[in-house]
């Protein structure tokens, strides 16, 4: 199986989309691909290229059960309501059992991407598709290969990425539950592979998607089991389910009223804010939790601070303690010891 990359295309976005649609109608044309829609800005302008380059595709939103709520809606339902097109497959039933109990996060990982191979197989199959797109971004090969989108080529097969990844282990931060998978297939196609963040949004802002997809905050592969710390079980589910949505909705109701919408982008590129999300988690300093300190993956357990807020302070701190993947304040505590 080979993998197509659109490698250094231009950063403009119309100019971008131009190029995007060469590459899609050079590998793509005349043959059907499957597109895994996520609900998440990545995928759906993989999808949105697919479109203007007026390739066959079958879109496909998996439902495992830990996508998130936003504005007290499913993921799925918002979807549906961008993309009416879109195949939604329920795996809940198979695969909720299997995650159930687990804590850490990388066999997390590995779970959702069995679930998510598993699932595109059947469907590829099904559907008789003969390429696969998805939403794989300049942050997911970088982390997941530990090289650069330079030292990649524009078709590559599996065995020579692999191959490339391990004369860098060290480059290594997470795995990805979307790459290094062997499908049934001719080959995936990639047109965002060199993208960041705020480029994907700018390309969804040239095909006029709504704000609230444009700035959907970024979304971990493993969903909500990423952001449930230690063990999943359906109570806590149930809970970040719900301390999620509300979290993400009051930081976007907050930068909508000062800014005008969810988030800026500042001169550097950089999006704030970064992240803002809630975790949900029982016994949080013996928790480990995954982090990056320097490019490079950590599975630690966090520090917690008590004392007068100084995020100065706090950051300085950080760069001085080793053996921590997270260092927090506790901005309150209650009487049941719920901070």
Not at 287 to 295: D, F, H
Request: include cysteine; proline fraction near 5%.
């Amino acid at each position: 199986m080979l993998n197509h990359r659109l490698i250094d295309p231009p950063r403009e976005p119309e100019k971008f989309v131009k190029k995007a649609v060469q590459f899609l109608q050079k590998h793509a044309k005349g043959k059907k691909v499957f597109c895994a829609l996520s609900g998440g800005i990545d995928s759906s302008a993989t999808y949105l290229l697919l479109k203007e380059a007026e390739i066959e595709t079958i879109p496909v939103f998996i439902d495992h059960g830990l996508m998130r709520i936003i504005r007290g809606l499913e993921e799925r339902e918002h979807i549906k309501k961008l993309f009416p097109d879109v195949l939604v497959i329920d795996i809940r039933e198979t695969f909720l059992p299997k995650i159930l109990g687990e804590e850490d996060a990388e066999v997390k990982r590995k779970l959702f991407k069995n679930a998510y191979s598993d699932t595109i197989s059947r469907v590829i199959k099904e559907e008789n598709c003969q390429l696969l797109a998805d939403g794989t971004i300049l942050p997911d090969i970088e982390e997941s290969f530990g090289v650069k989108i330079s030292d990649l080529k524009e078709t590559m097969s599996l065995q020579e990425e692999l191959s490339l990844k391990a004369k860098n282990p060290q480059g290594f931060v997470k795995s990805q539950h979307n790459l290094e998978i062997e499908y049934d297939v001719e080959a995936t196609i990639q047109p965002v592979a060199s993208l960041t963040k705020p480029e994907v949004r700018k390309t969804l802002e040239y095909f006029n998607m709504p704000k609230e997809l444009v700035f959907r905050k970024a979304f971990p592969g493993p969903a909500l089991s990423a952001r449930i710390i230690g063990p999943v079980t359906l109570e806590n589910l149930k809970f970040e389910k719900k301390v999620h949505d509300a979290v993400e909705s009051a930081i976007n109701d907050y930068y909508t009223e000062k800014f005008g919408k969810p988030m800026i982008i500042n001169e550097k590129g950089e999006q704030e804010p970064f992240q803002a999300f809630a975790a949900t988690t029982t016994d949080i300093l013996l928790r480990k939790v995954t982090g990056i300190i320097n490019g490079h993956r950590t599975y630690e357990v966090p520090l917690s601070i008590k004392g007068e807020w100084d995020f100065e302070k706090l950051v300085h701190f950080s760069s001085q303690v080793k053996g921590y993947a997270r260092i927090l304040y506790e901005l309150h505590e209650s009487h049941e010891g719920i901070y």
